[in-house]
């Protein structure tokens, strides 16, 4: 008798939630007349597939831009929260640059107090952001990158050389695990300024480190991307506290170290300790004098930290992303591949080896490097909160404060409206010409407008750099383990190949 009253109990109270949800959360939109997809589970709203763990989130917003991207912009549901998808071009140049001021901020978690690490420039809201932005931008000029460029040859180097007995014994090689470590060392050379040597040593602690830090379950993707404001409710942090204590230990006693033995070195976390004493970055030109006032805000340790933090995970992760999918792609075309190899070859003898000149000159890596990002954006959907209500120019969308925005840039990218035979891999996509014909939003790698990648660069640099030391030396074919098409881990955040990425490698 107890069981069945308690049965009934739970039915009543489930009927009730499924009505609330029904006629009370999920009447956003039809209040508004705004088209929606129409969900089918209440909690999850129209991510039941991600929540429990069988589509890829970008591959999740890919196919609802594929099904409904005539109406421009159209609603869903990501839990209980509405969230409005901006397919249109146009529009998504509005959201993200003519109408800024009206969707600045992500909208992911953010607090300092109960996670350190997430106070970052990617994470960051409002005004904390526009701050550290103006700090961090003159760390990314083309002097300062080219003043890191030793390093991250030294590591290039390095890769090349862990991969010459493999190619001596035409042995298989699992690509996105070797350029993970490739990664690593730069981003903890150039950031932290310590030789990570996870080149040699995969399982080292920097290697175990980093790899907690992926260690993620879609639910607790949802949270960080979709509702902050239940981690934040429940005081929980989104990195692990070992993680945390980790990277503030290491970062700290470098820092330590360096100011104690008054150490100079060319790197991010130079860059950060000037941010940190003085509270600006001086001119790339040692001759130019900067004027700054005495009241500019330095920097804090828990600052710094944090901003070392991102770089790292944005830096290897992406990194090793991208060039994984280039030498995927490079494999099944042989033609491409020996003609990248051809440009190669040429800049290095024309300036004498591996250099930062030689690597900006080489337009055709530049090139295919475009087009698999274009097939393999590393991160596959962007956000952003409405900060401030707004009419949705040339629509009849009224978006409110606080309602979460999401631009499909996976959809976008493999759209063939905008690239004809979109899984076909073609270079030739990003000629001038091309480029000029299409509209600038359908192509967003690295985001766009105020908010876009501050990283990027960087980026491009040391995965040129990556892929020049081994198309240099070696010649890359797709080993049988290797699925085409490929197939996305469900469980990842970023555009990651499920059970790896295997060549078979040779010399050339």
């Given at each position: 008798?107890?069981?069945?009253?308690?049965?009934?109990?739970?039915?009543?109270?489930?009927?009730?939630?499924?009505?609330?949800?029904?006629?009370?959360?999920?009447?956003?939109?039809?209040?508004?007349?705004?088209?929606?997809?129409?969900?089918?589970?209440?909690?999850?709203?129209?991510?039941t597939?991600?929540?429990?763990?069988?589509?890829?989130?970008?591959?999740?917003?890919?196919?609802?831009?594929?099904?409904?991207?005539?109406?421009?912009?159209?609603?869903?549901?990501?839990?209980?929260?509405p969230?409005?998808v901006?397919?249109?071009?146009?529009?998504?140049?509005?959201?993200?640059?003519?109408?800024?001021?009206?969707?600045?901020?992500?909208?992911?978690?953010?607090?300092?107090?109960?996670?350190?690490?997430?106070?970052?420039?990617f994470?960051?809201?409002?005004?904390?952001?526009?701050?550290?932005?103006?700090?961090?931008?003159?760390?990314?000029?083309?002097?300062?990158?080219?003043?890191?460029?030793?390093?991250?040859?030294?590591?290039?180097?390095?890769?090349?050389?862990?991969?010459?007995?493999?190619?001596?014994?035409?042995?298989?090689?699992?690509?996105?695990?070797i350029?993970?470590?490739?990664?690593?060392?730069?981003?903890?050379?150039t950031?932290?300024?310590?030789?990570?040597?996870?080149?040699e040593?995969?399982?080292?602690?920097?290697?175990?480190?980093?790899?907690?830090?992926?260690?993620?379950?879609?639910?607790?993707?949802?949270?960080?991307?979709?509702?902050?404001?239940?981690?934040?409710?429940?005081?929980?942090?989104?990195?692990?506290?070992?993680?945390?204590?980790?990277?503030?230990?290491?970062?700290?006693?470098?820092?330590?170290?360096?100011?104690?033995?008054n150490?100079?070195?060319?790197?991010f976390?130079?860059?950060?300790?000037?941010?940190?004493?003085?509270?600006?970055?001086?001119?790339?030109?040692?001759?130019?004098?900067?004027?700054?006032?005495?009241?500019?805000?330095k920097?804090?340790?828990?600052?710094?930290?944090?901003?070392?933090?991102?770089?790292?995970?944005?830096?290897?992760?992406?990194?090793?992303?991208?060039?994984?999918?280039?030498?995927?792609?490079?494999?099944?075309?042989?033609?491409?591949?020996?003609?990248?190899?051809?440009?190669?070859?040429?800049?290095?003898?024309?300036?004498?080896?591996?250099?930062?000149?030689?690597?900006?000159?080489?337009?055709?890596?530049?090139?295919?490097?475009?087009?698999?990002?274009?097939?393999?954006?590393?991160?596959?959907?962007?956000?952003?909160?409405?900060?401030?209500?707004?009419?949705?120019?040339?629509?009849?969308?009224?978006?409110?404060?606080?309602?979460?925005?999401?631009?499909?840039?996976?959809?976008l990218?493999?759209?063939?409206?905008?690239?004809?035979?979109?899984?076909?891999?073609?270079?030739?996509?990003?000629?001038?010409?091309?480029?000029?014909?299409?509209?600038?939003?359908?192509?967003?790698?690295?985001?766009?407008?105020?908010r876009?990648?501050?990283?990027?660069?960087?980026?491009?640099?040391?995965?040129?750099?990556?892929?020049?030391?081994?198309?240099?030396?070696?010649?890359?074919?797709?080993?049988?383990?290797?699925?085409?098409?490929?197939?996305?881990?469900?469980?990842?955040?970023i555009?990651?190949?499920?059970?790896?990425v295997?060549?078979?490698?040779?010399?050339?």
């Amino acid at each position: 008798m107890v069981l069945a009253e308690l049965i009934g109990a739970f039915i009543v109270a489930l009927s009730i939630v499924c009505l609330y949800y029904k006629y009370v959360i999920f009447n956003f939109w039809r209040k508004r007349g705004v088209f929606y997809v129409e969900p089918v589970i209440p909690i999850t709203g129209n991510i039941t597939a991600l929540a429990t763990g069988k589509v890829q989130v970008g591959v999740l917003f890919q196919n609802a831009y594929m099904k409904y991207k005539n109406h421009r912009a159209f609603g869903m549901y990501t839990l209980h929260k509405p969230n409005l998808v901006i397919a249109d071009p146009e529009l998504i140049r509005t959201v993200l640059t003519k109408e800024f001021g009206s969707f600045h901020d992500r909208g992911m978690y953010c607090n300092e107090m109960i996670d350190p690490l997430s106070n970052n420039l990617f994470f960051m809201p409002g005004k904390k952001w526009r701050n550290m932005r103006v700090k961090l931008t003159p760390t990314f000029t083309s002097g300062k990158l080219k003043q890191m460029f030793p390093i991250l040859k030294e590591c290039s180097e390095e890769l090349a050389k862990y991969l010459e007995s493999k190619a001596q014994m035409r042995d298989s090689v699992e690509m996105k695990d070797i350029f993970a470590r490739y990664a690593t060392d730069v981003i903890m050379s150039t950031t932290v300024g310590i030789k990570s040597n996870c080149i040699e040593e995969p399982n080292n602690e920097y290697r175990m480190q980093r790899k907690k830090l992926f260690e993620m379950n879609s639910v607790w993707i949802i949270l960080m991307a979709f509702a902050p404001q239940i981690l934040d409710f429940f005081s929980m942090p989104i990195n692990d506290r070992n993680v945390t204590k980790f990277f503030m230990n290491i970062f700290q006693e470098n820092i330590k170290y360096r100011q104690t033995h008054n150490i100079v070195r060319h790197d991010f976390m130079n860059l950060l300790i000037e941010l940190m004493e003085k509270g600006y970055i001086g001119p790339d030109d040692d001759k130019k004098t900067t004027n700054v006032s005495s009241t500019v805000n330095k920097l804090t340790m828990a600052e710094a930290t944090a901003q070392t933090f991102i770089f790292f995970v944005a830096g290897f992760e992406t990194i090793a992303s991208t060039s994984t999918y280039a030498l995927y792609e490079l494999a099944q075309n042989r033609d491409i591949q020996d003609k990248v190899r051809k440009e190669i070859d040429e800049m290095l003898a024309k300036h004498g080896g591996l250099t930062y000149d030689a690597v900006n000159q080489m337009t055709y890596l530049h090139k295919v490097i475009n087009e698999t990002m274009r097939k393999y954006p590393p991160v596959p959907i962007l956000n952003r909160i409405c900060t401030k209500d707004i009419d949705l120019p040339t629509t009849n969308i009224r978006v409110p404060k606080g309602t979460l925005i999401t631009i499909p840039v996976l959809g976008l990218h493999r759209d063939p409206s905008f690239y004809p035979d979109p899984d076909k891999f073609d270079p030739e996509r990003f000629d001038a010409n091309k480029i000029e014909e299409r509209h600038p939003y359908t192509y967003l790698p690295f985001g766009e407008g105020p908010r876009n990648c501050i990283g990027s660069r960087f980026s491009y640099v040391e995965t040129k750099v990556g892929l020049v030391s081994l198309l240099s030396k070696y010649k890359f074919k797709l080993h049988s383990r290797t699925p085409i098409p490929l197939v996305f881990d469900e469980k990842a955040l970023i555009l990651t190949a499920k059970n790896g990425v295997y060549f078979n490698i040779e010399p050339r």
